[in-house]
């Protein structure tokens, strides 16, 4: 009853959050909102390189990636099992990704975006969809955002558990994002 009610709350606060940020929502072919929305950031973590040789350094322009995550928990309350919540996560941004590519192939002020970035507990199966994980090594930063990811944990999990997973940094170069769900490429469907 208590994280329905919190559902709630979030429901009607989220538009508002969405007016007083810069977020973006990525629609689909059909002009659906996909599970992603995203806003133009200058990157200011320690420098990565990436597998397909990106460097990412502090002021780069980066996509940053923000999970609709209330929307996200209203379609997983039918499901009990953590397992299959992770499974529903996974799919959602599987078939969000090539809306993404799109999105940037088709903005041309998007020509200086480097890459995406985004920060998450979710970060077990991201490699699999292309992303490449990084620590958060601020650890003020870090403590933060544990702080502010914790909610959606609480409202995510169906069992309380005793570890909680560390944020971390979710990166991806827009080369290997559109080498991988670029229109040109209809494997990934």
């Known amino acids: 009853m208590i994280k329905k009610n919190c559902l709630f709350v979030w429901n009607v606060l989220d538009p508002i959050y969405y ?8 629609k689909n072919n059909v002009g ?10 200058r990157y200011k973590g320690r420098d990565a390189m990436l597998q397909d040789g990106t460097a990412i350094r502090k ?11 209330v929307r996200l ?4 309350q039918s499901y009990n099992s953590d397992i299959r919540r992770a499974l529903v996560t996974y799919k959602c ?10 999105y940037i192939q088709s903005n041309g002020n998007m020509c200086q975006v480097k890459g995406l970035v985004g ?49 971390m940094y979710l990166m991806m ?15 990934h469907l």
Not at 173 to 187: A, F
């Open 93 to 102: 941004v599987k078939d969000a990704l090539p809306s993404l590519a799109h």
């Open 32 to 41: 659906e909102r996909t599970i992603i929305r995203v806003r133009l950031t």
């Open 173 to 187: 170069s827009v080369n290997n994002l559109i080498k991988k769900y670029g229109s040109e490429n209809k494997d």
């Open 119 to 167: 920060i998450t507990t979710l970060h077990k199966g991201c490699k699999t969809l292309g992303f490449e994980v990084y620590p958060i090594k601020n650890k003020y930063y870090k403590w933060f955002k544990q702080i502010a990811l914790f909610p959606i944990h609480l409202l995510s999990s169906r069992t309380i558990k005793k570890e909680y997973p560390a944020p």
């Open 73 to 76: 928990l209203n379609e997983m």
């Open 19 to 26: 007016q007083f940020t810069r977020l973006n929502y990525i």
């Open 59 to 69: 002021n780069d322009l980066l996509l940053k990636i923000h999970l609709h995550n």
